[in-house]
């Protein structure tokens, strides 16, 4: 990383259009707000739109995990779930030519549906919970049945950012974490209640260059008295101005406007993972890594590699004010992406 620096993000109030009537984006749209405000009236730049609505509930024994996503050639409905005891790990991806059936709206609230004969998603937001209902009768030669309630306190604070790579590159990106969860997973005859987890959205709306990396990384828990959830980026914001980097504190946001490091081991990704701020000692965190999960595509013009981490948090971070909290051991994960799409 070259010259780090704390940055002037501006902060958003008011509703806006993420995109002028010719498919540019707005110049008022840049910045990042506490709640959703963006319109994303994504339009032309053929092949370069890309959408999604991923969804993550870490609980207890297990974390589960529910995405539909439109690349603008190519949509893809996946599903995973991970059982932290027995390490026991299925996923079920299926992917449509140019996005049929994949209906994704244009605000973080709008809601999200796939129904096909293999694989059956909703994403049904209500006054104060999204509803995630996710069923497949062959999920690895096991019937599925997700049927969850990830519910948004009164007044919780999420952090909206758009990333301006250019007047016709850019991203904007919903991060909301330490949302309380209720409902099951059932996967053959075996029951998962969700008891204590928390879930994540991360939802995306952009216009994205071909080639591009980063890293991810989230976690939600307790750290004494206090709920605190962490979302922190790095590579594919640099040079930009803006940064996807936040802490939600007993669901205040703190913006942390500098740069991460990420430190990690391409070799071996599950050594443990180092991650602090570029210019302070803002964030100092290790996610000690207990499982891998390596995802990829190679066709044609579309090449996807990612390695996510799941495992336990540790370290310590600062709000706003300067109070420190200190992480022990809080699920979480952080990614390598590598794609080009």
Request: proline fraction near 3%; charged fraction near 30%; avoid cysteine.
């Given at each position: 990383m070259t010259n780090p620096k704390i940055y002037e993000e501006p902060e958003l109030t008011e509703p806006v259009d993420m995109c002028l009537p010719g498919g540019r984006l707005n110049p008022d749209a840049v910045g990042w707000s506490r709640y959703p405000l963006h319109h994303c009236n994504l339009s032309g730049s053929p092949l370069r739109k890309k959408r999604w609505n991923y969804w993550a509930i870490a609980a207890d024994q297990f974390l589960f995990s529910a995405t539909l996503s439109d690349i603008d050639y190519l949509g893809l409905a996946f599903?995973?779930?991970?059982?932290?005891?027995?390490?026991?790990?299925?996923?079920?991806?299926?992917?449509?030519?140019?996005?049929?059936?994949?209906?994704?709206?244009?605000?973080?609230n709008s809601d999200t549906c796939f129904d096909d004969s293999s694989l059956k998603m909703a994403f049904t937001n209500k006054d104060s919970f999204t509803a995630i209902q996710v069923e497949s009768p062959d999920f690895q030669g096991e019937k599925l049945t997700a049927d969850l309630r990830v519910y948004t306190p009164p007044g919780h604070q999420t952090l909206n950012v758009t990333i301006p790579w250019s007047n016709r590159r850019f991203q904007f990106t919903s991060k909301q974490n330490t949302l309380p969860v209720e409902g099951t997973v059932k996967i053959g005859d075996k029951e998962y209640r969700v008891d204590g987890g928390y879930g994540c959205l991360d939802f995306g709306r952009g216009i994205w260059p071909y080639s591009i990396s980063w890293n991810w990384a989230s976690t939600s828990g307790k750290s004494g008295d206090h709920l605190v959830g962490l979302n922190f980026g790095a590579g594919?914001?640099?040079g930009t101005g803006m940064n996807e980097n936040g802490i939600c504190i007993d669901g205040r946001l703190s913006k942390i406007s500098e740069d991460l490091i990420f430190t990690f081991d391409p070799a071996d990704y599950m050594k443990p993972w180092k991650i602090h701020t570029a210019c302070s000692d803002r964030v100092s965190v290790t996610l000690t890594p207990f499982y891998e999960r390596v995802a990829g595509t190679n066709a044609l013009i579309l090449k996807s590699e990612m390695h996510q981490l799941i495992g336990y948090f540790s370290g310590k971070v600062k709000d706003d004010e300067g109070n420190t909290y200190t992480l022990d051991n809080l699920t979480g994960w952080a990614e390598y992406h590598l794609a080009r799409w």
């Open positions: 599903a995973y779930f991970l059982d932290f005891e027995t390490k026991e790990f299925r996923e079920l991806t299926v992917t449509r030519p140019f996005g049929r059936g994949i209906e994704l709206g244009s605000y973080v594919w914001t640099e």
